[in-house]
T-cell receptor
Framework: KQEVTQIPAALSVPEGENLVLNCSFT??????LQWFRQDPGKGLTSLLL?????REQTSGRLNASLDKSSGRSTLYIAASQPGDSATYLC?????????FGKGTRLHILP | GAVVSQHPSRVICKSGTSVKIECRSL??????MFWYRQFPKQSLMLMAT?????????EQGVEKDKFLINHASLTLSTLTVTSAHPEDSSFYIC????????????FGPGTRLTVL
């Protein structure tokens, strides 16, 4: 059974710092891995999708990496801003389903 | 492209009533739609998978008679919470993917259900 773990569960950092969010999964036989952002009471915003044949994706200040063999992915956020405060969810695709981690609640201190 | 909408965005109902939530793919044909539930400060949990024109497949522990799913067309799936109770209060999110989009799922904005 695929399990997705995100560490840390919560993180507070001063504005301007670079930070890394971690995601691990138990079954390396995945198709895609996707990082989402969720603001309180809102739906999901897709940030980056990494296909199984890829090792990383970049969008603006965000960079996500994928190491299938070790069952790990990281989301790197450069030069953090207060607007980055949200919950970040890691999700892995297996067959026709997505398994979500519990998320990391990020708070950027002004 | 690949936009998914949900309606309503928020609903409050009395205990014992039924509530219908709609999920629509606006610019693609969704061969498969998914329904998730999210409790406060928890992650999304898959409730069921529905394919157009066939019965939904429910995850273990999800009561199919309580959560009725209909996927009658390639752009619309509905989730009906029957005889709702306060413990059904949650955030319900749908997603969809089409045959041309591979396995990538596109998510709706969610529906906040509050049962009094």
């Amino acid at each position: 059974k695929q399990e997705v773990t995100q560490i840390p569960a919560a993180l507070s950092v001063p504005e301007g710092e670079n930070l890394v969010l971690n995601c691990s999964f138990t079954d390396s036989a995945i198709y895609n891995l996707q990082w989402f952002r969720q603001d309180p009471g809102k739906g999901l915003t897709s940030l980056l999708l990494i296909q199984s044949s890829q090792r990383e994706q970049t969008s603006g200040r965000l960079n996500a990496s994928l190491d299938k063999s070790s069952g790990r992915s990281t989301l790197y956020i450069a030069a953090s801003q207060p607007g980055d405060s949200a919950t970040y969810l890691c999700a892995v695709y297996r067959d026709d389903k997505i398994i979500f981690g519990k998320g990391t609640r990020l708070h950027i201190l002004p | 492209g690949a936009v998914v909408s949900q309606h309503p965005s928020r609903v409050i109902c009395k205990s014992g009533t039924s509530v219908k939530i709609e999920c629509r793919s606006l610019d693609f044909q969704a061969t498969t739609m998914f329904w998730y539930r999210q409790f406060p400060k928890q992650s999304l949990m898959l409730m069921a998978t529905s394919n157009e024109g066939s019965k939904a497949t429910y995850e273990q522990g999800v009561e199919k008679d309580k959560f009725l799913i209909n996927h009658a067309s390639l752009t619309l799936s509905t989730l009906t919470v029957t005889s709702a109770h306060p413990e059904d209060s949650s955030f319900y999110i749908c997603s969809a993917h089409g045959s041309t989009a591979g396995y990538t799922q596109y998510f709706g904005p969610g529906t906040r259900l509050t049962v009094l």
